[in-house]
């Protein structure tokens, strides 16, 4: 392999996980469910004040890049980021 390979699968995949991230909302929503440990869609609205919906449209799109997976607990479904190089690169953008 080349040094500058840009086209390593590595890096393309990664690329993928950065564009979903590209987005103000999802980068707030990824921040606060690294900084809680989880949650769900009702809090994530109650904290951002958008609604839920849209909520949702932004989980798919983190949840299609492999940055988070929901867990059913009763009638609710716990968000959490299960990505570790996601939730070091937001430990060096805002520590």
């Not at 440990?37 to 890049?65: M, W």
């Not at 980021?81 to 520590?95: A, N, T």
């Amino acid at each position: 392999m080349e040094m500058f390979d840009w086209r390593d699968q590595e890096l393309v995949e990664f690329s993928e996980k950065l564009k979903a991230l590209g987005h103000p909302l999802r980068l707030c929503m990824i921040r606060g469910l690294v900084e809680c440990g989880g949650c769900n869609v009702k809090k994530i609205q109650t904290c951002t004040e958008v609604p839920q919906s849209t909520i949702s449209q932004h989980l798919d799109k983190l949840k299609n890049a492999g940055i988070i997976a929901g867990e059913r607990k009763g009638n609710e479904v716990i968000y959490r980021v299960i990505d570790p190089d996601i939730k070091k690169l937001l430990e060096c953008m805002f520590s």
